[in-house]
């Protein structure tokens, strides 16, 4: 076992039975035990007493024992953690070959795979159904990091949407760093023993629906030139429906889990949400099969934005769901601790200053510790929100890819002290009722605009931090 493998263990372990990922100074504990470290070397390597290490790996090693129902301390831990990955993988393996033939990792097991990716293709009688074997795809996924989970969290409701409510289309959306990958990522070993399959691509590059297709089927039919019913002569079909329809066969066939990430990069920039880029229309073909045609896999997508066309089939469509992530609220106290900052009584505001949203959290964390070594209250006592350079790109790329409309909309509100109401884009932006209507829709469906009753009307604001980049534009 090398220090990696201690790590991913201890990790899930430790989320198994907490629900939670070990934070920085877990690992560091984890890690320098492994490395034979004296607490008062760990405690140089991360900046901390050695009193509070000795605290934090007493309670960890506490947690462990109690997990592996033996005492685990910082002198056996790596021998007890060993045994138990020994023990535990045996019985794993022979579990999964006397029922489910073996499993298959492309990324992340500790041990090689134990088939290789070409092997023989899929079984298709339902019989042998039972025969085959989890595959998983990870290859584009990202790592497993510290993840804070809450209750009431987005993680259970996917959970549930998918164990319970046999959704097959779930859409997560929101502003990029509200932590849509994380949660999706984590969400896997959640429900892995649900699936046959898993897979997860990145539409980061914009790959047109014919590559996308092909990849699935590919990784879905286990072959390297799918030879699936359907293609004539074996040869993969070029008309998309067909290919289409075979996808949906797999889908069928073993209960697959399918990740598309990053699918704000095939819709357009510069008009209302949600709408495709020229050329990539033929993926809402794919989601809406996938939402409307009875199978047993699901589809999960991640967006800054839902893609339009799911939105006309989510209403009455108990099978697809969506999501919209708006930042950790409370939760995100424990990545201000984590990163060791003071005044814990101004973190709230911090927290909703920047929208509990992660990222952009970090990114803020980074300046306090900095330029006020960790002080939250002299931080706020500066105004306005600071950007720095890093989130400025961020907030470049979600303004960008507005319509002209709804630039007129978030200036207007960046320019009010008090939020905005219906009357008052009447009078000062250009356009007609429908189009502010629908400029104002789009905002909500970003995620970059929020509603709030006010006695007889509804009117709208925007978040600090992008009222601050709007502000700055416009100078
Ligand atoms: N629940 C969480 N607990 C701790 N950190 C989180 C959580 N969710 C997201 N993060 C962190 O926030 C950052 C942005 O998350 P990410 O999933 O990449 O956002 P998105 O995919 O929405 O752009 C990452 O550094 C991630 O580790
Ligand atoms: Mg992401």
Redesign the pocket.
């Known amino acids: 076992m090398d220090v990696q493998e201690l790590l991913r263990l201890a990790d899930g372990l430790v989320f198994a039975k907490t629900g939670k990922r070990l934070d920085d100074l877990q690992q560091a504990v984890v890690r320098g035990t492994w490395q034979g470290k004296r607490y008062s070397e760990i405690s140089k390597e991360v900046h901390c007493t050695e009193r509070h290490v000795r605290n934090i790996a007493s309670k960890l090693w506490q947690t462990l024992s109690e997990i592996l129902d033996e005492d685990v301390m910082k002198s056996n831990l790596r021998s007890t953690m060993e045994r138990y990955e020994f023990s535990h993988f045996s019985n794993f393996l022979n579990l999964n070959f006397v029922e489910q033939g073996n499993i298959n990792f492309c990324t992340e097991t500790p041990h090689p795979p134990k088939t290789p990716q070409n092997s023989p293709p899929t079984q298709t009688s339902t019989e042998d159904n039972t025969q085959q074997k989890l595959r998983l795809d990870l290859r584009d996924a ?1 790592d497993l ?5 809450y209750p009431n969290s987005p993680l259970t409701a996917l959970e549930n949407a998918i164990a319970r409510q046999n959704c097959r289309l779930l859409t997560i959306t ?1 502003m ?8 999706a990522r984590n969400l896997i070993p959640q429900i892995q023993t649900q699936f046959d399959r898993i897979i997860w691509r990145s539409l980061r590059t914009s790959p047109p629906l014919e590559t996308t297709l092909k990849t699935l089927i590919q990784f879905l039919s286990n072959q390297n030139l799918p030879l699936p019913r359907g293609g004539e002569g074996g040869v993969f079909p070029t008309n998309t429906d067909a290919q289409l329809s075979i996808l949906i066969e797999y889908l069928r066939e073993n209960r697959c889990l399918i990740i598309l990430d990053d699918v704000q990069q095939i819709l357009s920039s510069g008009q209302l949400a949600g709408n495709y880029k020229p050329g990539y229309e033929n993926y809402g073909t794919l989601f809406k099969l996938i939402g409307e045609i009875p199978h047993n896999s699901c589809l999960i997508l ?1 967006s800054w934005e839902p893609p339009s066309d799911i939105l006309t089939f989510t209403d009455d469509n108990s099978a697809v769901c969506l999501l919209h ?1 708006t930042g ?1 609220g409370e ?1 995100a106290t424990e ?1 201000l601790r984590e990163k060791g900052l003071l005044d814990e009584e101004s973190w709230p505001e911090l927290i909703e200053l920047y929208q509990g949203n ?2 952009w959290l ?1 990114l803020v964390v980074q300046t306090i510790n900095n330029l006020f070594n960790g002080r939250v209250s002299q931080y706020l006592s500066y105004q306005p929100v600071f950007l720095s350079d890093e989130l400025t790109p961020i907030l470049q790329q979600h303004y960008q890819r507005l319509s002209e409309i709804e630039k007129q909309a978030i200036a207007l509100i960046s320019n009010e002290n008090e939020p905005v109401s219906f009357t008052q884009f009447m009078a000062k932006c250009q356009g007609s009722q429908v189009e502010l209507f629908k400029a104002i829709q789009s905002l909500d469906r970003r995620g970059m605009s929020e509603k709030l009753s006010c006695e007889s009307e509804t009117v709208f604001t925007i978040p600090p931090v992008l009222k601050q980049y709007v502000k700055m534009v416009g100078e």
Do not use: M, Q, R, V
Not at 176 to 183: D, E, H, P, R
């Open positions: 990202p990091k510290t993840f804070y989970n929101g990029a760093g509200t932590g849509k990958s994380s949660i991640n992530l950790l939760a990545i992660p990222l970090k």
